[in-house]
């Protein structure tokens, strides 16, 4: 009983070191129980690949939970070193030592499940509402669940005893002189290394070079380099703070007319001296920042980006795919008995044209520093396995009929002429070649193509052009030739585009929903059989909110995990400095340093403490758009500018939040400095 009633004084007389772990702990709950909770929820449900953003959100919450629990309560353990060795010199024993903060640890865990539970009840109703106008989800049945209560209080069971494990393992593995005089420890002087620094600039710039020449890579070869690029940039990053600032200070130190000015002198002195204490937290706030960046940035350009890609994806609001026929009469026939014949019979009379066109497609080479085009055997052979790589485009082929019928602009082609349109305008460069050299036939690219109406706008994997031939008679030219020299044959797809009214899609739809979701499947086909599907935007839209407003959802709920994080270090930060810099300063004073001389000193310190990794974040994130651009293209998001304002926008929010968190953490600097 002893114990209990001195952990609950403890924790009253010492709320002010308890707040800031308390606050985590009850923090993380409530994040990690909303999200459970939706996740859940009959919304979550329904919402298909948007869910799956959810299930990893809430992976990374828990990941995040525990490593922001654990450093947290080793700041705490590392404040109240000397309390415990008082304890231990007025005859407590490091096992009573260890039950008295094992009890603490309990009465912080009894009153987070406690508030997180009652907060997260109260906040899951408003975070579903937002939730549902993301993904525009007209049901509002949300319910709350007790299963995700009872799953978050048994995951912050685990991870309070792991934080007691620790607690056991700090306090016996010290002795009681240690606890007493562990608060207090120094820091050697770091080492600034010219070599590790110099390795510090070369890691960040071999991943700033990554991302500046992705431009014209694919996308897939733009995921390996993604990767590669952020490997470079975290060690480079880290070893930044760690070697390269120390040289620059202790080279600056060399210089005596800058050296020896208070300010200076000051400052610099602390920095060197501290600068193994700061550095990895220092990075640790930076990859924060640019990690709620690039999750902000990214899942807003995703949402954001829907209207484009249904505009991309149906031209007309109705759409009707049929693959793998055997040619053009064959699709017509499917389409008149399949689509047309149950539209005149359900409407009396129907007499809307479908725009149509039948297409194939082959994997070509791409290679831009090249005027011809060359398709041989060996290249077909191995063109499938080669996917991955930069040296493979998609090439979708139609004849110049079908392209002049769907409203496009295009000079009469005679045979073996061709005109060519890229897909990737976006791109610095687009791609031009003269001559498409198909097996020993030659074709001549005599007219580039700047835009295309009324056909779906491809965005790719690879890079993907379209082709225009002559006829239908070059075009199977084309086709029997690659098939001769491929395991996977180029089929035919007929597609057929028109704006239907609600009666006239509800017919299709109704059609489609008595045949598992298709309007036809036939025998037919080349490829074993063929189906024909019906499609229209507004169920396109609908299923695309749903992912894109997952990932948005998710997005922030990360990007305000990140802030999370990085204003914790940021608060501990101040915290540390302002207790270690108040004798320093007091010292200074005595000697004969001004107040105001103190508070410029203090000044210039801490804005180049907290802010240079929020400088550093935000030019990692320059420098890392063009291939975030890149990776984008995977979710058809296209448009510099559209991005370019994204990214503006992320930036200056987060600036904002950043500096809030600034502002509310050096007030604790400035009272311990000043008290």
């Known amino acids: 009983m002893f114990y209990i009633k001195l952990?609950?004084?403890?924790?009253?007389?010492?709320?002010?070191?308890?707040?800031?772990?308390?606050?985590?702990?009850?923090?993380?709950?409530?994040?990690?129980?909303?999200?459970?909770?939706?996740?859940?929820?009959?919304?979550?449900?329904?919402?298909?690949?948007?869910?799956?953003?959810?299930?990893?959100?809430?992976?990374?919450?828990t990941l995040f939970s525990a490593v922001l629990c654990l450093y947290s309560y080793n700041f705490l353990l590392k404040q109240r070193?000397?309390?415990?060795?008082?304890?231990?010199?007025?005859?407590?024993?490091?096992?009573?030592?260890?039950?008295?903060?094992?009890?603490?640890?309990?009465?912080?865990?009894?009153?987070?499940?406690?508030?997180?539970?009652?907060?997260?009840?109260?906040?899951?109703?408003?975070?579903?509402?937002?939730?549902?106008?993301?993904?525009?989800?007209?049901?509002?049945?949300?319910?709350?669940?007790?299963?995700?209560?009872?799953?978050?209080?048994?995951?912050?069971?685990?991870?309070?005893?792991?934080?007691?494990?620790?607690?056991?393992?700090?306090?016996?593995?010290?002795?009681?002189?240690?606890?007493?005089?562990?608060?207090?420890?120094?820091?050697?002087?770091?080492?600034?290394?010219?070599?590790?620094?110099?390795?510090?600039?070369?890691?960040i710039g071999y991943g700033y070079y990554l991302s500046v020449t992705s431009g014209d890579l694919s996308a897939l070869v733009g995921i390996t380099r993604f990767f590669q690029a952020i490997i470079a940039v975290i060690f480079g990053t880290y070893l930044f703070y760690i070697s390269f600032i120390t040289w620059y200070l202790k080279f600056r130190r060399k210089n005596k007319r800058y050296f020896y000015k208070p300010e200076h002198f000051v400052n610099t002195s602390q920095m060197i001296f501290r600068m193994k204490q700061n550095a990895v937290g220092l990075a640790n706030i930076t990859l924060l920042a640019i990690m709620a960046f690039v999750t902000v940035f990214s899942t807003v350009a995703l949402y954001g980006n829907n209207e484009n890609l249904v505009r991309m994806q149906y031209p007309k609001n109705s759409l009707v795919e049929i693959r793998d026929?055997?040619?053009?009469?064959?699709?017509?026939?499917?389409?008149?008995?399949?689509?047309?014949?149950?539209?005149?019979?359900?409407?009396?009379?129907?007499?809307?044209?479908?725009?149509?066109?039948?297409?194939?497609?082959?994997?070509?080479?791409?290679?831009?520093?090249?005027?011809?085009?060359?398709?041989?055997?060996?290249?077909?052979?191995?063109?499938?396995?080669?996917?991955?790589?930069?040296?493979?485009?998609?090439?979708?082929?139609?004849?110049?009929?079908?392209?002049?019928?769907?409203?496009?602009?295009?000079?009469?082609?005679?045979?073996?002429q061709v005109a060519f349109h890229d897909y990737n305008q976006q791109q610095r460069s687009p791609y031009h070649f003269k001559n498409l050299d198909w097996f020993g036939t030659n074709?001549?690219?005599?007219?580039?193509?700047?835009?295309?109406?009324?056909?779906?706008?491809?965005?790719?994997?690879?890079?993907?052009?379209?082709?225009?031939?002559?006829?239908?008679?070059?075009?199977?030219?084309m086709r029997s030739t690659y098939n001769q020299f491929t395991d996977y044959p180029s089929t035919y797809d007929y597609v057929a585009l028109a704006d239907l009214n609600k009666e006239e899609q509800q017919i299709l739809e109704e059609k489609s929903q008595q045949n598992n979701g298709v309007l036809t499947v036939y025998e037919e086909g080349e490829a074993e059989g063929g189906v024909a599907f019906f499609s229209t935007d507004s169920n396109f839209r609908d299923e695309a909110m749903k992912m894109t407003g997952g990932f948005l959802f998710t997005g922030f709920l990360l990007g305000i995990a990140f802030l999370l994080g990085a204003a914790l270090i940021i608060y501990y930060k101040q915290l540390s400095e302002g207790t270690q810099d108040k004798q320093a300063y007091k010292i200074l004073q005595e000697v004969g340093m001004s107040l105001k001389q103190v508070k410029k000193t203090i000044n210039s310190q801490i804005l180049l403490v907290f802010f240079l990794p929020l400088f550093i974040s935000v030019v990692h994130f320059i420098f890392a758009l063009p291939i975030l651009k890149k990776l984008l293209l995977l979710f058809g998001v296209q448009g510099d500018q559209f991005m370019y304002t994204v990214s503006i926008l992320t930036v200056l929010g987060i600036f904002i939040i950043y500096f809030i968190i600034y502002r509310l953490t050096s007030r604790t600097y400035y009272r311990i400095i000043e008290r």
């Open 7 to 61: 952990a609950f004084n403890n924790l009253k007389q010492s709320f002010r070191q308890f707040a800031p772990f308390f606050l985590v702990s009850v923090t993380t709950f409530i994040f990690s129980n909303i999200t459970l909770l939706i996740m859940i929820s009959p919304t979550a449900e329904s919402m298909g690949t948007g869910a799956y953003a959810l299930g990893l959100a809430y992976i990374v919450l």
């Open 81 to 203: 070193y000397q309390e415990f060795g008082l304890y231990n010199i007025l005859g407590m024993n490091k096992g009573q030592i260890t039950w008295l903060s094992t009890l603490e640890l309990i009465i912080i865990y009894l009153v987070t499940i406690v508030l997180g539970s009652l907060f997260s009840a109260v906040l899951s109703n408003i975070s579903y509402l937002i939730f549902a106008k993301l993904v525009q989800y007209d049901k509002l049945n949300f319910s709350i669940n007790p299963v995700a209560f009872i799953v978050t209080i048994f995951l912050f069971a685990a991870i309070f005893l792991f934080l007691e494990f620790v607690n056991i393992v700090r306090i016996r593995r010290t002795s009681g002189l240690n606890l007493f005089g562990n608060q207090n420890q120094g820091e050697r002087e770091p080492r600034g290394n010219i070599i590790l620094a110099l390795v510090s600039l070369a890691a």
């Open 325 to 416: 026929v055997i040619d053009r009469q064959d699709a017509q026939t499917i389409l008149a008995e399949d689509v047309i014949a149950p539209l005149q019979e359900g409407q009396g009379t129907f007499s809307k044209p479908f725009q149509q066109y039948l297409m194939t497609s082959f994997a070509i080479p791409y290679d831009k520093s090249q005027d011809t085009v060359s398709l041989n055997q060996e290249f077909v052979s191995q063109a499938i396995t080669a996917m991955a790589l930069n040296n493979v485009g998609n090439l979708l082929v139609v004849t110049q009929d079908d392209f002049r019928a769907l409203g496009n602009d295009l000079p009469v082609l005679s045979q073996n």
């Open 443 to 477: 074709y001549d690219n005599v007219y580039q193509i700047k835009s295309i109406k009324n056909m779906q706008e491809m965005s790719s994997a690879v890079p993907t052009g379209l082709l225009v031939v002559a006829d239908d008679h070059q075009l199977e030219e």
